[in-house]
């Protein structure tokens, strides 16, 4: 009698089960169709979100003709270092694992602060572009975990053809030309300007 009951239990057991998960599978499947259509549509406007932390946190768009677009404000780029590079050797890796560069990790985004024919000053305390000093440059030898950083050999560099140096001087903390130098402009992958982000960096909520 125990093996018919326990049957005869489970068969309304299974059936609210099933249920169960045929109500939750409504609503989370048109949940995920719409994040994965808005994302395409984010795609399809030209629209990148932003969630490091050496750059403003939120929205940016991409810009249509990078050639025709001014330096000032500095246009933001969406590149793919190389942990190859020669100056990236030794650097503690912040990219996320991600198939969207060649080297199998996530790009970064940075303003660009200086190009070909600029020239470029580092130095402990900061970063100079054409004489004038950008703010939040200085470098540090360690990062907030205490990982060591290499900041790239101080001196005096004319910005060569076909590369570009992109400084954050939104986050003091922020992984960028001040430690790995020059990138080449054909690790850029799109050229892109905020459209909505937040306005000031806070240290609680930007940390490296």
Same mark, same amino acid.
């Given at each position: 009698?125990? %093996?018919?009951? $326990?049957? /005869?239990? +489970? ?20 949940? +995920?169709?719409?994040?994965? *259509?808005?994302? *395409? +549509?984010?795609?399809?406007? %030209? ?16 810009? /249509?003709?990078?050639?025709? =677009?001014?330096?000032?404000? /500095? ?14 050797? *030794? @650097?503690?890796?912040? #990219? ?7 080297? !199998?990790?996530?790009?970064?985004? $940075? ?5 070909? %024919?600029? =020239?470029?000053?580092? &130095?402990? &305390? !900061?970063?100079?572009?054409?004489? @004038? ?5 200085? =470098?540090?030898? #360690?990062?907030? =975990?205490?990982? @060591? ?10 910005? @060569?053809? *076909? ?35 937040? #306005? ?9």
């Amino acid at each position: 009698m125990i %093996g018919p009951f $326990k049957t /005869a239990l +489970a068969r309304p057991l299974l059936r609210s089960v099933v249920r169960f998960f045929s109500r939750l599978s409504c609503v989370l499947v048109p949940i +995920a169709v719409a994040a994965i *259509g808005t994302m *395409g +549509a984010w795609v399809s406007f %030209g629209l990148i979100f932003n969630y490091t932390h050496s750059a403003p946190f939120g929205i940016y768009r991409e810009i /249509a003709d990078p050639s025709n =677009t001014p330096h000032d404000p /500095a246009p933001y780029v969406f590149f793919c270092p190389d942990v190859r590079w020669p100056r990236m050797l *030794g @650097q503690p890796n912040y #990219r996320v694992p991600m198939h969207t560069c060649p080297d !199998g990790f996530s790009p970064l985004i $940075k303003p660009v602060i200086a190009w070909p %024919g600029d =020239t470029v000053e580092i &130095s402990v &305390s !900061g970063v100079i572009v054409n004489g @004038q000093p950008l703010p939040n440059t200085a =470098t540090i030898n #360690r990062d907030s =975990t205490g990982r @060591q950083l290499h900041p790239f050999p101080a001196g005096t560099y004319r910005v @060569q053809k *076909g590369e570009l140096w992109v400084v954050s001087s939104f986050s003091p903390r922020s992984f960028d030309s001040r430690y790995f130098g020059p990138i080449p402009l054909r690790s850029v992958h799109s050229w892109i300007r905020p459209l909505l982000v937040e #306005r000031s960096y806070h240290a609680t909520t930007n940390p490296n």
